[in-house]
């Protein structure tokens, strides 16, 4: 399944980031380091495994430090929810 | 017998190594001979301002030196130091500052608590990082008023799962168990460590961590005002080589989300989290990460220590440790009786540091402090080969990100929408952590759409603190009730 910068970062609004630090995200540096706090990181996770229709498991959250980390996970896992159905 | 909290803390330290770093702040060393002089300056700038014995002193200061001046500074001269949290509401601290009976309030300039009333409160100091003006022409000794045993020698508060947070009050002797029976017995901290938590002084976990285990044992803390993000923290040990770390489990799971190959950890020996139950996943990840192990504990704000706690070499994921020495541990069913081992009950704690009664709140006092000292702490624990495991809560009560939470405050919220008729919130674990999970009945008129479901959160988040806000907001047509109509909110809880 393709999923663009531009969908997660238009999901980050939906979940409430702020919009100004969704707009200056840099993909490949971890969100922590670019505003987002801790209760931000594990929002857009549900609002990811809601819109996408996928699991986030405990450790896989841990892993998935960037914009590029998720974009990664969603294609990958996006895809084989979709061909398994 | 009589004595004083900060002479406890403070005086085997100026006795023997008054050079000793006590505080860093920034590009500042605070010494054990200026933390003393400083703390003497503030008593007596409290007795010009004729603050007497059993007086109560709000403090309302970031981490940085001016707290433990107005901490010690207090307790020298026999007054009550009161901290709280420093992002209230004015509402909040005038229910706090009369419900404490404060006489003083220490706050920073243009800060919330400046515009609340209470009608006792005298007197007004305006504290920088150094403490207020005028501290340095005060004499920088005084004579230390001894107080009685079970004279209140600290208040701190502690949310309630309905109404107002409780005072919890604490005896003289209580603040040096921290160090006393578990800093130093059963972690091992000395002299030659350097501290640093992640928990702000005025709650008690950071107080005990950041202040008084490292007083109590003649270490150095670390002070940093505000909250750190995971960024924070690796600067702060590059820059400052502390040796033991506290934290709660969000943290260590941001600081893994956070860890990259600049990371300086390499001075830090030990590492201990509380103030919610690590899950074994962080456990793990984080001793995959940095090789070493990370110990949990259960710690109370009526206990002001950690009764149960890991020792270093000796964790095991998943526990939350073993009794320390000095307590007395039992679990309990629901009608009081002694469980066996592997069974689950209601954690009871008993020791010298337990708090005996909330301040002013006998209702509160007589459901949690029974019969021959014993503390009911709401936790759900079980006991394996003397080991002890985490189950949850008895009350409603969430913690998240190592802060309590009232389900009802974020329901009452909720709430106040426009759309919202009823809802019921609880914990479910996400990541390996409690999160907020929101189950809301609409008006016939709305529906219940991803975008509604993200103005709600904003709801809330424009009125409460952001670790009060649901993680996920899911619309149901009625909620789980008892035939007395109580939510049953484990039946929430349950499903995924």
Redesign the interface.
Known sequence: MSVTVQNLKSLMI???IDVDVVKALDPAV?L??QGF???D???F??AVE??YDIT?S??D??G??TLDDFMTFVSKHAVSAFAER | MSRNSACDLLRSNLDRHPGKAACLFENVVVDYAGLWADSCRFGNLLRQHGVKRGERVLIVLPDTPAFPFAFFGSLLIGACPVPVNTSLTVAEYSFLLEDSGAVVRICPSGHAVLAAEAPGLRVTLLCDAFGPPGLSGMAPALEPCMVGDDDVALILYSSGSTGQPKGVPHRPAALSAGAGLWGGPVLGLSDTDVVLSSSKLFFSYGLIANLLLPMGVGATTILHPGRPTPHDLFALIARHRPTVFFGVPTTYGQMIQSYDATARIDSLRLFFSCGEALPEIIYSEWRALTGIELLDGIGSTEVLNSPISNRPRRSLAGSCGEVVPGYDIRIVDDDGADVSDGAVGHLLVRGDSVCRGYWNRQDATAKTMLADGWLRTGDVVERRDGRYFHHGRSDDMMKIGGMWVPPNRVEETLRGHRAVVDCAVVARSSGGLDRIYAFVILRTDSVGTSALGQELRRHVLGRLPNYMCPLKIEFVTELPRTTTGKVQRFKLRGGQ
């Open positions: 939906e979940a409430g971890p922590l380091k706090d801790s209760f990181l594990p929002a996770s549900a809601s819109r986030i405990d450790r959250v841990l998935l430090r």
